[in-house]
């Protein structure tokens, strides 16, 4: 009875927050008028993969009402994504590894009235940046999130990973800056000193979001944004070790959110998966009420791919959201644990550690 009494409290939050995702997908993205007269879109390159080309002719070939620039940034003329870029854009060089430097040097040479952070693996469809840009009519910085699509396991893994950003970005009070997809007005950039400010910081997404908390805003999200994601060369030792990298920048620059987070999860997993495996081990059925909190997890899940495929027309199969949801109770703990012990992060080449 003791084991029902300790699994109320998990429930009634599941469902506060399933409720609120639910909603929040059912709304309807309110309607803004494209106020930049330029648009400056920034891409970080390093290295050539299988996609590449196709993912930048999918960025540059963007419907949009304001005039655009696409400026692609690289360590050194030597890159072999230079070669490529240059097909699409203006090439920059940095100068120096990695990305802060890079979206620095890209800021220098940008010259619209609204700036784009956009990462290589994206491949959107012809009405992202609209969508992504219109909200800065009203707010200074714009966001959104990426949708992986593809087959198989792997698929599975870094979509349930990936996906761990989304509670978050529905809660205005918690919500980041996503470096793949952001967009923000010029002259808050060069009031908050980002081209100082990013090369500072491993992570972009935290130069900016923390830039944007110093000034008292919250950027939209851009739900009609979400970016498509193809899985490149996507391997389960790949997919794990990304989502150990993913997790382990929130535990650098967000160490409070790191320790909730592993809370959450490893609470979720010992009263939904092990406790459970345990009562049928032992005969013990009060242990088999965690296993309630499956069908909420998994209504919320679907919720969110339904309202994903809704608002921004990613070709989202629920069915692969269901099984990303059925990975994610056992990858999820895993990669958490994991970032506990690990010290460093690999990321194109480049070895970094804290």
């Given at each position: 009875?003791l084991?029902l ?13 399933a ?6 997908w ?7 008028f494209q106020?930049?007269r330029k648009?400056?879109v ?7 993969y299988?996609?590449?080309e ?6 540059t ?16 003329w ?5 070669a490529?870029?240059e097909?699409?854009?203006t090439v ?17 040479a ?11 693996d ?7 940046l ?6 800065l ?14 087959r ?15 509670p ?8 980041f ?24 910081h ?22 009609g944004a979400?970016?498509p ?16 990298r993913?997790v ?11 320790y909730?987070?592993?809370?959450a999860?490893?609470?979720?997993f ?5 406790l459970?495996?345990a009562?049928?081990?032992?005969h ?11 069908p909420?997890?998994l209504?919320?899940d679907?919720a ?17 959201a ?15 644990w994991?970032?506990a012990f690990?010290?460093?992060?690999k ?8």
């Amino acid at each position: 009875m003791l084991e029902l009494l300790a699994i109320l409290p998990f429930l009634a939050l599941s469902l506060l927050h399933a409720a609120n995702e639910i909603r929040f997908w059912m709304r309807d993205e309110p309607a803004h008028f494209q106020a930049c007269r330029k648009v400056s879109v920034i891409v970080p390159l390093r290295g050539v993969y299988p996609g590449l080309e196709e993912n930048l002719r999918a960025i540059t070939s963007q419907r949009a009402s304001a005039d655009v620039e696409y400026i692609f940034v690289v360590d050194s003329w030597s890159d072999p994504a230079r070669a490529v870029a240059e097909k699409f854009g203006t090439v920059v060089v940095s100068g120096s590894e990695g990305k802060g430097a890079a979206l620095a040097a890209g800021l220098r040479a940008a010259g619209g009235d609204c700036v784009v952070f956009a990462d290589d693996d994206i491949r959107p469809p012809p009405a992202w940046l609209e969508r992504l840009t219109a909200p800065l009519s009203v707010h200074v910085a714009s966001t959104t999130y990426r949708w992986y699509v593809g087959r198989g396991l792997c698929h599975k893994v870094r979509l349930a990973v990936s996906n761990m950003g989304f509670p978050a970005l529905i809660y205005s009070g918690s919500r980041f800056t996503w470096g793949g997809s952001t967009a923000l007005r010029r002259e808050f950039a060069e009031r908050a000193r980002l081209a100082e400010r990013l090369p500072q910081h491993v992570s972009d997404d935290y130069a900016v979001t923390s830039a944007l908390r110093e000034a008292g805003a919250a950027p939209w999200f851009a739900r009609g944004a979400i970016a498509p994601t193809p899985d490149a060369d996507c391997t389960i030792r790949s997919a794990l070790e990304w989502g150990v990298r993913q997790v382990l920048m929130v535990k650098w620059h967000s160490p409070r959110g790191w320790y909730a987070g592993l809370a959450a999860y490893t609470a979720g997993f010992l009263l939904s998966v092990a406790l459970p495996a345990a009562g049928v081990l032992l005969h013990d059925y009060y242990l088999l009420a965690g296993l309630a909190l499956h069908p909420i997890n998994l209504v919320k899940d679907v919720a969110r791919a339904a309202g994903v495929r809704r608002h921004a027309g990613v070709p989202v199969v629920v069915r692969d959201a269901a099984a990303a949801w059925a990975v994610g109770n056992f990858v999820l703990p895993l990669v958490l644990w994991a970032s506990a012990f690990a010290r460093c992060i690999k990321w194109r080449g480049r070895r970094i550690c804290r």
